[in-house]
């Protein structure tokens, strides 16, 4: 009898952050017709309509799907999810776009997990930008998101204010540099027992007309992936997936390849019409990597290859 496909351990994961660009109601509708369109694509009435369509259990065998929508929204996001009819595709996990430590005034990631969050995002280059977030404040952060038992998306990428460099005169050995050391400090004092994201986000490609060439966002990834820190993690149990951000959308995963070590994608502007979203997701979930296992849950070296937040 031969033996299984080696199973990756990573699975994928495709998100999106409305950021402030939506109202509540545009929030609410976002995520009702977004449901509407997964379960109109993973089930089936006719023959023909089943062709086009994917399982239902085999897409949430695949990937991940996260939403982060803003913080006023977040409570009601999550109850369109409890409202929703019950489906065998995949849980739609919900993120925040921040929390703190401290205790007055800011949001407090025990009441985030309270609510049904599971996943934090921070040092996103608009707060570095606007409020100063660092990445010693963000490890602080992400330690306070995993010790309430959600996962910290640490977003991490080249081009600080004022020295924004334009695509062609970046140099990826630069950019490798600049986003392995945030990494390492963005991870300063963080379990690496615990699993974290990472979302490599170039400041230049962020609100841009096109994403990061494939072979830069491979390069840095990379980067990140045959660092220290990332590999001391990964031997003590602490999965690190990574995403790329920066005007993804339909169109881009598919160029990349297994080896880049990019897990999936994280979405703004692109992914902020249901439509347009769902094809992205369905994208990330349908792109076949030699050798791996296509459908159907599957266990690997003891461990499974679902995220913790689902155990
Ligand atoms: O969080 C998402 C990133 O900031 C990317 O935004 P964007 O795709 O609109 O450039």
Redesign the pocket.
């Known amino acids: 009898m031969s033996s299984p496909p080696p199973c990756r351990q990573r699975r994928r994961l495709v998100g999106?952050?409305t950021?402030m660009y939506f109202s509540h109601a545009r929030t609410t509708k976002f995520i009702t017709s977004f449901l509407d369109l997964m379960q109109h694509h993973t089930s089936s009435t006719t023959t023909e309509q089943s062709n086009s369509n994917l399982a239902a259990a085999a897409l949430a065998s695949k990937i991940d799907i996260f939403i982060?929508p803003d913080h006023l929204s977040l409570q009601s996001a999550i109850n369109c999810t409890a409202n929703h009819p019950p489906t065998d595709g995949p849980k739609i996990l919900f993120g925040a776009q921040n929390c703190h430590w401290e205790d007055h005034g800011e949001v407090s990631p025990a009441v985030l997990a309270e609510i049904g969050c599971s996943v934090v995002?921070l040092n996103?280059?608009?707060r570095r930008r606007y409020f100063g977030e660092t990445d010693a404040t963000t490890a602080k952060k992400a330690q306070a998101v995993i010790r309430n038992g959600m996962i910290p998306i640490l977003?991490v990428g080249e081009g600080s204010p004022g020295e924004v460099p334009t695509p062609g005169k970046t140099s990826r050995e630069a950019a490798e540099k600049e986003v392995v050391g945030q990494v390492e400090r963005c991870l300063e004092g963080v379990d690496p027992t615990k699993e974290v994201w990472l979302?490599y986000?170039p400041v230049w490609?962020?609100?841009?007309k096109e994403?990061a060439g494939v072979e830069h966002v491979s390069g840095v990834v990379r980067a990140i992936r045959r660092s220290a820190v990332v590999n001391g993690r990964e031997e003590r149990g602490g999965m690190t997936r990574i995403l790329y951000?920066?005007?993804?959308?339909p169109g881009l995963f598919g160029r990349l390849k297994e080896e880049d070590g990019v897990d999936g994608l994280?979405?703004?502007?692109?992914?902020h019409e249901e439509g347009q979203f769902w094809k992205t997701v369905r994208e990330v979930a349908e792109v076949e990597w030699e050798g791996e296992v296509r459908l159907g849950g599957c266990q690997s070296a003891g461990r499974s290859c679902r995220s913790p937040v689902y155990n």
Do not use: D, N
Request: glycine share 22%; aromatic share 8%.
């Open positions: 999106v952050s950021k982060i995002e996103h280059a608009e977003c979302a986000e490609a962020i609100g841009a994403p951000g920066g005007s993804a959308g994280f979405l703004g502007r692109f992914g």
